[in-house]
């Protein structure tokens, strides 16, 4: 039967299911069974694909495109083609999950899943609802689809408001097995563990793992290491968070005698003790990074390595890969080094402390007399090279980060925007400097390396941005469809002393397409820089480690040619994993924020908020409050019938609402589950319009 199929399908014809039972004589139930068994298979085996209209025709390998699905909260699917986003058509019908890997094909500007290859969606955490003794699961992930059954009911004592992660049994027969009972819903824990559960992320390190880290000494000896330059006398400081444990970098900073900068930062070499296809390699690369929370911190390394023997802890002798940089009185870099180390840290110093000193704190000049010329010189430098950035292009964004405090017990008692001073600026600047000279170094000679690339934004996205702009009155020079860094730094500084200047950076940035890391160089546009890797932050990602095993493999020691080609495929693999890796943490991280921003919230119900209106939409617009919460006030809320214009003003007959405007909300709402919080707009007495 399976060729008369094929023939009958031959130059592109198709069939529905009645047509082929009419074009093969069908006219038993026994042969019309056997007929769906053999569509069914030729299906399976990527003979044939059952279109968007519901008819069969044969596989052209042509027009078949892999990809993974991308499920939004909406339940709309879409898929990644040549750097585009296109909505899936018929997803839903063949019960299709998020990050299912597929086959599909395009028909003009929409896509049709020709074949699910695999199902990478596993765990699905949700609450249990009991009513009337009946008991119900409810997916937290919106775009879950509904059906799912659970047939292990009886296997758990379970109670009303319960979290529970499943896992799934049959995709066909929409089958849940409960695996674990994560806690109750209402307790805050429970909610982060919830977010950690539903990516799979592991919370604790295999046996064979801690072990195996534990073999190595916390005694390192320079006599030990003779192909190590010796700094062990440098003065030498970390500078990092209050609560940082695991530092990657440390620097030093001293003047020639020519009276140029003679730059070292030191990057814990992690390499040295993570080999290749060990225990804690192969766990550190299923991880890919760590994940950072307030409160908390899953690492990629175990805490024997990332907090105590990998981490530059001062007065303790560390191994480091250097990178040695001599610039000029005009910060261009005349001479640099690239070699092994073993250091000491002198100093641990925070942020915050380095800020108080520059901003002039007595108490701590005296205490660090030892290195206040050092960090003056460092802000020197620093304050050069960025003047130097700038003039090429690199884009400066204002963060959006914001800093959670809790008290002792765990409980929110406020947010605010993250600090960003002198300090953080200097280490930034460095840390950007020993990663260019790296990436550039392997580019030159043609290494096999891993690069962070960041492509040029796409035309219909700065579109967008050139519109907001141009209506709060800014104008670009040049063509719009050549766009280069310069220009987009140049519109910031116009907007640098406004209220509207987050908003606008914010938004720009968002604008922007995603970093990632790949095997070949395509430059960082946001960087302005041609050339650009992660090689600072070994402990937490895991390319930093793979760049520091190329840079040993390729710099260090002797070249081996004819292993190019095969480490060039390997930093292909290690790259794409760890681009979806740093998307899943920044998601979790995203997540358990805004957990925390709702539980905030719940403490200032009816509570008044000035903010500034960051983007409008057909069904309201979004206000961002001076603490980073954004919110949206809804349309529905609003008085009157409202449309938008092509310049993103919301406008009713009364009254206009445009992003960059100042407006007065009300927290009237906030539903941890679904973390939600509701905002009202508070109209100010005898108000005409706002206008």
Do not use: W
Not at 283 to 305: F, K, N
Not at 615 to 626: D, I, N, Q
């Amino acid at each position: 039967m399976e060729e008369k199929i094929e023939k009958l399908m031959e130059s592109g014809k198709e069939f529905s299911v009645e047509e082929l039972k009419a074009k093969l004589s069908v006219n038993t139930s026994k042969e019309f069974v056997e007929l769906i068994k053999t569509l069914n298979k030729m299906i399976d085996n990527g003979q044939i694909f059952l279109n968007e209209h519901q008819k069969y025709e044969l596989m052209n390998q042509d027009n078949m495109f892999k990809g993974n699905l991308i499920v939004k909260r909406s339940g709309k699917s879409f898929v990644v083609f040549r750097n585009e986003m296109i909505e899936v058509k018929n997803a839903e019908k063949l019960n299709a999950l998020d990050n299912d890997e597929i086959l599909f094909k395009i028909f003009g500007h929409t896509a049709t899943i020709v074949k699910i290859l695999k199902h990478n969606l596993v765990y699905v955490v949700g609450i249990i609802r009991i009513r009337r003794g009946v008991k119900h699961f409810y997916a937290d992930d919106p775009s879950f689809p509904r059906g799912y059954k659970i047939i292990n009911y009886e296997q758990f004592q379970l109670r009303d408001s319960q979290k529970v992660r499943c896992y799934i049994v049959d995709y066909q027969k929409k089958h849940l097995k409960i695996e674990t009972i994560i806690g109750n819903a209402y307790n805050s824990e429970v909610r982060e563990l919830s977010i950690l559960y539903s990516q799979d992320i592991p919370l604790t390190f295999s046996t064979t793992c801690l072990n195996e880290a534990k073999t190595y000494s916390d005694n390192i000896a320079v006599k030990d290491y003779p192909e190590r330059s010796d700094c062990t006398e440098e003065l030498i400081i970390t500078i990092d968070g209050d609560d940082a444990k695991d530092f990657d970098d440390a620097i030093s900073l001293s003047k020639t005698s020519g009276d140029n900068y003679l730059l070292k930062v030191h990057i814990a070499d992690v390499s040295e003790y993570v080999k290749v296809n060990s225990a804690i390699d192969k766990e550190a690369l299923s991880r890919t990074t760590s994940i950072y929370y307030p409160g908390h911190v899953i690492p990629m390394l175990p805490s024997v390595l990332s907090d105590q023997l990998c981490s530059l802890q001062p007065n303790k002798n560390r191994l480091a890969m250097t990178v040695e940089a001599e610039y000029n009185r005009n910060g261009q870099c005349v001479r640099y080094d690239i070699y092994q180390s073993v250091i000491q840290s002198k100093y641990r110093m925070t942020y915050n402390k380095v800020n108080a000193i520059f901003a002039g704190d007595d108490k701590l000049i005296k205490q660090y007399s030892q290195i206040t010329e050092m960090l003056d010189n460092c802000r020197q430098l620093a304050q050069i090279i960025q003047h130097n950035r700038a003039e090429k292009g690199s884009i400066d964004f204002e963060s959006d980060d914001c800093q959670v405090i809790m008290d002792s017990r765990g409980k929110v008692v406020d947010i605010k925007p993250a600090q960003h001073g002198i300090a953080e600026g200097i280490i930034e600047c460095f840390m950007i400097e020993a990663n260019r000279i790296v990436a550039q170094h392997m580019q030159v000679l043609e290494y096999p390396m891993i690069y962070r690339n960041h492509d040029r934004p796409k035309e219909d996205k700065i579109a967008v941005f050139y519109n907001l702009v141009e209506s709060l009155g800014y104008h670009f020079k040049g063509k719009k469809n050549q766009i280069y860094p310069k220009q987009l730094q140049d519109c910031l500084d116009y907007f640098q002393n406004t209220l509207e200047y987050p908003i606008i950076s914010t938004f720009l940035l968002r604008s922007m397409a995603k970093a990632v890391y790949q095997n070949e160089s395509i430059g960082h546009f946001g960087l302005g820089l041609e050339n650009y890797c992660h090689f600072t932050s070994p402990i937490r990602r895991y390319p930093d480690l793979q760049v520091h095993r190329m840079i040993k493999k390729y710099v260090i020691n002797i070249p081996d040619y004819d292993q190019m080609e095969i480490d060039k495929v390997d930093n292909g693999r290690i790259a794409e994993k760890s681009s979806k890796g740093e998307v899943t943490a920044t998601k979790i991280e995203r997540d358990i924020i805004d957990l925390k921003k709702c539980e905030y919230m719940l403490n200032h119900l009816n509570d008044v908020f000035s903010g500034v209106i960051s983007s409008t939409t057909t069904f309201g617009f979004y206000v961002k409050l001076a603490n980073t919460i954004e919110v949206l006030v809804h349309v529905k809320t609003l008085d009157g019938f409202y449309h938008l214009t092509d310049d993103g003003s919301l406008i009713s007959e009364k009254n206009i609402y445009k992003i960059g405007q100042i407006v007065q909300v009300r927290c009237i709402a906030v539903d941890l589950l679904k973390q939600d919080i509701d905002f009202q707009l508070v109209k100010k007495k005898r108000e005409k319009s706002s206008k």
